[in-house]
C-alpha cells in the first residue's frame, strides 16, 4: 500500500512530465552535496528543474504521464531535469557538468515521446543553441532577399537614369 508521501511525490512528478517536454536522466552517485547544490543552481539559471527521485515513483510517474520508455534507464541513484525551455541548452549545461566533474553520468532522456540515450544527450549537447540556429536561417533567407532586391533596385535605377537621358533629349535646346 502506497504512503501519502510516495502519492504526493509521483503527482507531482507526473504534473512535471506533463509540464516539460524535455526530460534528462542523471547517475549523482559519488557526487557531493556541494556538487549537486552547485549543479541544481547552474540548471535553474537555464531554466531546468533539478530532482533527485526514487526509481519506482519516476517509473509510475511517467507512465501515469504518457511518457513510457525510460524503464529499463531507471537502475542506480537516478536525478531527473526537467525543461521546458531550450533542450539544447539544458543538455550543454548538464554535458558541461558531466565532463568537469568527472563522476555525473548522463543516462539518457526524452524529447517529446522520443526516447534519447546518454550519447544522444551529448550529440544534443554539441549543437549550436536554438538562437544560433533562428540568426543562422534569418541569415540564410535575408542572403537571397537582398540580391533579389539589389537587381530589381538596379533594373529600376537604369530605367529612371534612361527617362531621364530622354527626357534632355526631348528638351528644346
Do not use: C, W
Amino acid at each position: 500500500m502506497p504512503n501519502k508521501k510516495n502519492i504526493a511525490e509521483v503527482e507531482a512528478l507526473e504534473k512535471r512530465f506533463r509540464e516539460n517536454p524535455v526530460v534528462f536522466l542523471t547517475e549523482y552517485r559519488g557526487l557531493k552535496v556541494s556538487d549537486l547544490a552547485n549543479l541544481r543552481r547552474q540548471l535553474r539559471e537555464v531554466g531546468v528543474d533539478y530532482r533527485v527521485a526514487k526509481n519506482t515513483l519516476l517509473a509510475i510517474a511517467a507512465r501515469e504521464a504518457g511518457r513510457p520508455g525510460m524503464e529499463k534507464m531507471l537502475e542506480g541513484p537516478t536525478a531527473v531535469a526537467f525543461s521546458a525551455g531550450d533542450e539544447i541548452v539544458a543538455a550543454r549545461t548538464l554535458t558541461d557538468f558531466a565532463r568537469t566533474s568527472r563522476i555525473l553520468a548522463l543516462k539518457g532522456g526524452m524529447l517529446g515521446p522520443q526516447v534519447i540515450s546518454g550519447e544522444e544527450v551529448t550529440e544534443l549537447a554539441a549543437l549550436p543553441g536554438r538562437g544560433q540556429i533562428q540568426a543562422n536561417l534569418v541569415g540564410a533567407v535575408q542572403g537571397p532577399l537582398a540580391s533579389v532586391y539589389n537587381v530589381v533596385n538596379s533594373v529600376l535605377v537604369s530605367v529612371v537614369h534612361a527617362l531621364d537621358e530622354r527626357e534632355k533629349q526631348l528638351q528644346p535646346a
